[in-house]
């Protein structure tokens, strides 16, 4: 019999006087943080694989997320994400409807019929994924956890750059940057990408902090990029350094939560520990005040992470756990 057990992450007042709060319940579950009364299943810790876990699970994700960015998102990818303008290709003899303006004079005059110039879109582009590796990610009650989510995403994303000649990078953060690893092209930079993303687990657990992700981003890449956030964004507040990132960057956040995130399991009276001190206490998950709580503070979170990102100008993704990403990917393709 399954033993349930919960585990309340530290509390973080945010500057909107919210606080930070988070459980966790049962063997099968994994883990979260949340804000106030915001209480989640999961397991404490990530269980540690083997060599030939991660190669195999390597495997098996590169299988499907390149097949999805072959079929699915190559061409919506590249239309998405323009190049940085138009590079002289070769020329070519003029034929009925081209435009004039394109004609080559000095060889149309050395061949005696026109010619026209043909040029190719400078595609190369820098795609960084921001990835959030903090405890809160393990959380998973559905289909997969936050963190497999973000892995599948990660992938999609990678193979459909490196499919259009575009160089990928990424930075691991939970309360600080954890790892950074440069944008490279080519299929064995995009293979030790997503083996990172499945088992690089942060040095400690602290305060998730998107803003330092954010500003790490800033100050090490000095071109323009591509950049996705993906995170749950139970965080420090970030609202700043979302808005400088914004500023040069295209940068598109997707929010990856579980159905239970939202709202409070009900479990009856649970015993509690405080993921960094240990401290243990009693918590009434059956309680009206706690379940209005859990659900107010997690709607305060999300609304602050939406007007956030309205007010940056970038765009904002939701993505729930027992949810297609590929639709919600391809939706947002096509808006752009």
Not at 164 to 189: A, L, M, T, W
Request: aromatic share 12%.
């Amino acid at each position: 019999m399954l033993t349930a057990i919960f585990t309340a992450l530290k509390w973080h007042q945010l500057h909107f006087n919210i606080f930070i709060f988070a459980i966790t319940i049962g063997l099968v579950f994994r883990s979260t943080e949340n804000v106030l009364y915001h209480f989640s299943p999961m397991v404490f810790k990530a269980k540690t694989m083997t060599t030939a876990e991660i190669l195999k699970k390597v495997r098996r994700i590169e299988i499907k997320t390149r097949g999805l960015s072959n079929h699915i998102f190559a061409g919506e990818y590249h239309s998405t994400f323009k190049g940085r303008g138009m590079s002289f290709s070769e020329v070519r003899e003029y034929t009925p409807g081209d435009d004039v303006k394109f004609i080559d004079w000095n060889v149309t005059a050395r061949f005696s019929h026109p010619f026209v110039k043909v040029f190719e879109e400078e595609r190369e582009l820098i795609v960084m994924l921001l990835v959030d590796i903090s405890s809160s990610s393990l959380f998973g009650t559905q289909q997969k956890s936050k963190r497999e989510l973000i892995t599948e995403l990660g992938a999609v994303l990678s193979f459909s750059a490196t499919t259009n000649n575009d160089k990928v990078g990424v930075i691991f953060f939970s309360d600080k940057v954890e790892k950074y690893i440069p944008p490279k092209k080519g299929k064995g930079h995009i293979l030790r990408i997503i083996r990172e993303l499945i088992a690089l687990e942060p040095d400690h657990t602290g305060d998730t902090n998107v803003g330092a992700a954010l500003e790490f981003l800033n100050n090490v890449i000095k071109k323009k990029t591509i950049t996705f956030l993906m995170s749950d964004f139970v965080s420090k507040p970030y609202e700043h350094s979302l808005q400088l990132a914004a500023r040069r960057h295209e940068l598109v956040g997707i929010n990856v939560y579980d159905k239970y995130d939202k709202e409070l399991p009900s479990a009856g009276l649970v015993q509690v520990a405080d993921a960094e001190t240990g401290q243990m206490i009693w918590l009434d998950t059956d309680s009206k005040a706690a379940r209005s709580g859990y659900a107010a503070a997690y709607n305060a979170k999300d609304k602050y992470c939406i007007q956030a990102f309205r007010k940056s100008g970038a765009a904002l993704l939701q993505v729930r756990t027992d949810e297609d990403y590929v639709k919600v990917l391809q939706g947002y393709f096509k808006r752009k």
